[in-house]
């Protein structure tokens, strides 16, 4: 689900960022075929407006505390899957 967020002004700004990353980030960007400015602006925007929902939180935190784990039988998922 895309967050959709209104136009507003940008305004110019500058980050130190480690050379590797800086790197890593324009390898991404071109391989999205974006420019390095926007593609750092949308994974920001990714991060700073997409939280997870009541039920995904609460299964983000029980599967931190153990809790409520299924066992996954991959030999019945890869039969299920070869069944298809």
């Known amino acids: 689900m895309e967050t959709i967020v209104q136009q507003t002004?940008?305004?110019?700004?500058?980050?130190?960022?480690n050379a590797d990353l800086l790197e890593r980030l324009k390898m991404l960007a071109k391989k999205d075929n974006r420019s390095l400015n926007n593609y750092v602006e949308n994974v920001l925007m990714s991060v700073a407006y997409n939280e997870p929902n009541e039920t995904t939180k609460a299964a983000i935190k029980d599967a931190k505390e153990n809790k409520n784990l299924e066992d996954f039988d991959?030999?019945?998922f890869k039969k299920y899957v070869a069944s298809m």
């Open 74 to 76: 991959l030999e019945a």
């Open 9 to 17: 002004p940008k305004k110019a700004t500058a980050f130190r960022l």
